[in-house]
């Protein structure tokens, strides 16, 4: 009799046996715990202010770009009065001193370049942070702010000072004078902002940073000079003692400049308006101050030329900038003294001597 078979035997597969070392937890602490929430709250914060920071910033450079359409259109109609008047360049002293007179064909041409040079500058600030934008839009995440989040935002920041600063002006009882632009035929005021927001930012801000800025580098500061380009356009220079002080004396000519054609309660807010440019020239380029320029006076083109809706746009725009305003004057503040600190720190402890880290 045969003996039968043992029946095979089905083999279980073991887990692997996890081989990762225990580590060490620290015990929960309640004190850490909660900084830690609040690290991330902030953070969280942080990060939707800086979206709505930038879509704020979208905004404007939407509205700018009707801007831009509607002084296309109105081109024709300005190049065909230029060829009878005549304008004069001029430089600041602070004193407005006219320095070249221009009439006929050399005016429309120089027309031509102020529509170039505005054009070109809106462009490129596109260009270069259309992407950065929407990804500051998107995702919020901390880092060098977009040209158009820089831009929106110094814009926002300094309509909300203007509304202030008027708004405590007028409630004083006093009345500023205000040139009345409404008056004047649609063209013209079109070629004066066009006029405004290149050549005034070439004569302050390349005239009073730049070309000092070159001398002084030229003859106290070889090792700091920068190619000779970069002082005609600005951008990418390194904020130091020189550079603030010429943003400054800048700012201050500039504000100065329109007590004639104003008076002299539109120094302070023409001051501020031009430390903000002399940022901008600075830090990103000329573009960048003529399209923050060029925000400030053409801001009612468009409904002047397009009518009621683009009055409706400028309104519902209008309470998104000052809310955008509110922030970003908060936010400025904070940097501003945090840079004057750190550089009057820096700057004492070079003129005694002390070694830098």
Known sequence: MTRPEPAPQTVVQQPPINMTPWQYQPPWDPVRARREQKERSIANLKRRLKQFGALSGFTLFFYLAIAVFAMILIAPEIMQNLLSRSTSLFVITPSVVPILSITGVVLVGYFVFLVLAILISYLYSMGESLLPAA??????????????????????????????????????????????????????????????????E????????????????LLFRRK????????????????????????????????????????????????????????????????????????????TVPT??????????????????????LMFTVYYSIRLGRFLRESLSAWSKRDRGVPQN
């Open 135 to 200: 990804n500051e839009v998107i995702l919020g995440k901390p880092g060098r702010h977009s040209t158009i989040l820089t831009v929106g935002g110094l814009f926002f920041a300094v309509l909300v000072l203007n509304f202030i600063y008027y708004l405590l002006v007028e409630s004083s009882g006093v009345s500023p004078n205000v040139p009345d632009f409404e008056s004047d035929p649609l063209w013209a005021s079109v070629f004066s902002f066009a006029n405004a927001s290149v050549w005034e």
């Open 202 to 217: 070439i004569i302050s801000r390349v005239l009073l940073i730049g070309i000092p800025l070159l001398w002084i580098d």
């Open 224 to 299: 700091q000079l920068l190619p000779p380009i970069r002082y005609l356009v600005g951008g990418k220079i390194k904020f130091g003692f020189i550079e603030c002080a010429l943003i400054l004396f800048s700012a201050t000519m500039f504000g100065f400049a329109h007590v004639g054609g104003w008076d002299i309660w539109k120094v302070f807010p023409s001051l501020i308006s031009g430390l903000c440019f002399g940022y901008l020239f600075v830090r990103i380029g000329l573009y960048a101050a003529i399209i923050f320029h060029f925000a400030f006076d053409f801001l």
């Open 304 to 325: 002047r030329y397009f009518g009621a809706g683009a009055n409706l746009v400028l309104d519902i725009f209008v309470l998104i900038w000052l809310a955008a305003g």
